[in-house]
């Protein structure tokens, strides 16, 4: 059963409107990161806390995310895991804005003031209930005879970071285990804290380095595959295309207001295979039908591309169609947690098979235009023999054809398609003879 017939569509003639989409697209997304100062970075990039706890019953996740609320947490991260017996849950939160506001105003005030005086001027700066006073005197000082604590007017931003997000990140887990327990104790669902984990911010600075270095790594491996695989014109098509993706899916997740953490990066990974696997069948494709119209006639390449594409349209709609809905469900159904990877994948998915007809192959036809030697294809000779066929005369316009080709040479009758009649034997011997001179012999014909 087939769902679709024989297309003809000029996808490579549609460049340049396909140009007009991906920019306003990319400048789309680009405007969003840069009015919002950069991608909105999840705890694996920026630092943070892991709580994983195990209820006596089963919990409920709304129930966690309102004691949360409560002190001011409601923007973390709040998912089951395991097995459902378990009652295992995992909270994440990030303290990475906090600890930089704080050392912000710390290093503003010596700069504005000097230096502190007295350790009791650190109460007047906005923002440092997070942390507490208390907290900071027992590690901080004024004094530069102190050997035990550090000199608050010494010390350097980076350490002054880390030794924040250490008190944060201990106050933090006091106050989310506390708040859970005020939430659950009409129900008596107790719970035990399995197991703390801090990410500090060389952990997440590592984690964005590898990042950034695995896309880069994938698009180059890409660029060499292809480039090995068929020739370095489509390799240069390919790879300009994973790069509109990618782009155009981290400008959507920044106009969604969805965090950047490594499920993303996954995704992100992702949509560079499965777009790839989509421009791979084209210029597979392309690669044959350049080889099966190689002798006879001459067709231009943008023909070839666009037959090339027309013919896996139907392949790519289906395969895209499937997983378009599989994610979407997960999309849909899959709970908060996976929400920026599902979103990276439904953007992913669109756009890929998008750019794998619209912008991977017509830029290989931008490339390199011309002609190459090929016959023409089929569906134009079942259109020529239509043609002739209704060109036949029938009835009384046989007898005017018939008229009007009195008087005709029989140069002309060839150049309409019609056979030159044989000439008789005794006019070649005449010619044969008059390039070589002779007389022509001619027998006496008896009466």
Do not use: C
């Not at 990319?26 to 694996?44: E, Q, R, Y």
């Not at 609320?69 to 995992?90: M, P, R, S, T």
């Amino acid at each position: 059963m087939r769902f679709f017939g024989e297309t003809h569509i000029d996808f490579v003639e549609l460049r340049k409107v396909a140009i007009f989409i991906s920019g306003a697209a990319i400048v789309a997304g680009l405007t969003s990161l840069i009015l919002k100062g950069g991608p909105k970075l999840g705890l694996d990039f920026t630092g943070g806390i892991e709580i994983h706890l195990q209820f006596t019953e089963s919990p409920s996740i709304s129930r966690i995310r309102s004691g949360l609320a409560k002190i001011g947490l409601g923007g973390a991260v709040i998912q089951q895991y395991g097995e459902k017996k378990d009652n295992l849950v995992l909270v994440r939160t990030g303290v990475e804005q906090v600890s930089q506001n704080i050392v912000s105003q710390i290093i503003a005030y010596r700069e504005k003031h000097g230096k502190f005086t007295h350790l009791e001027e650190l109460k007047s700066l906005p923002g440092i209930e997070a942390v507490g006073y208390e907290n900071l005197a027992g590690l901080l000082t004024v004094e530069p005879s102190q050997t035990e604590k550090i000199n608050i007017n010494q010390i350097e931003r980076a350490p002054l970071i880390s030794l924040m997000q250490g008190i944060i990140h201990k106050k933090t887990t006091a106050r989310i285990e506390q708040a859970l327990r005020d939430e659950f104790k009409e129900k008596k669902n107790t719970f035990e804290v399995r197991s703390i984990n801090l990410i500090g911010p060389k952990v997440s600075e590592e984690l964005r380095r590898k990042a950034v270095l695995a896309i880069i790594f994938a698009l180059a491996g890409m660029l060499i595959y292809i480039g090995w695989r068929f020739d370095f014109k489509f390799a240069g098509g390919a790879v300009v295309a994973l790069i509109h993706d990618v782009f155009i899916s981290i400008g959507a997740l920044s106009l969604g207001n969805f965090e950047f953490n490594l499920p993303v990066i996954a995704a992100l990974l992702t949509i560079i295979g499965y777009s790839l696997n989509d421009t791979i069948v084209i210029y597979a494709r392309a690669k044959e039908n350049l080889k099966t119209y190689r002798k006879g006639k001459r067709i231009s390449l943008k023909r070839i591309l666009n037959l090339s594409i027309n013919q896996s349209l139907p392949r790519t709609i289906i395969t895209s169609l499937t997983t378009f809905i599989v994610v979407l469900v997960l999309f849909l159904w899959g709970g908060a947690a996976i929400h920026g990877f599902t979103f990276a994948l439904l953007v992913g998915i669109i756009v890929g098979t998008y750019s794998s007809s619209f912008v991977a192959t017509p830029i290989v036809y931008s490339w390199e235009r011309g002609t190459l030697e090929k016959v023409p294809v089929r569906r134009e000779k079942v259109e020529l023999r239509t043609t002739e066929a209704e060109k036949i005369p029938t009835g009384k316009q046989k007898i005017e054809v018939g008229k009007a080709e009195v008087g005709r040479t029989n140069k002309e009758k060839t150049k309409i398609g019609e056979k030159e009649p044989a000439k008789p034997v005794e006019t070649k011997i005449k010619k044969y003879n008059k390039k070589r001179g002779k007389r022509p012999k001619y027998k006496k014909k008896r009466k």
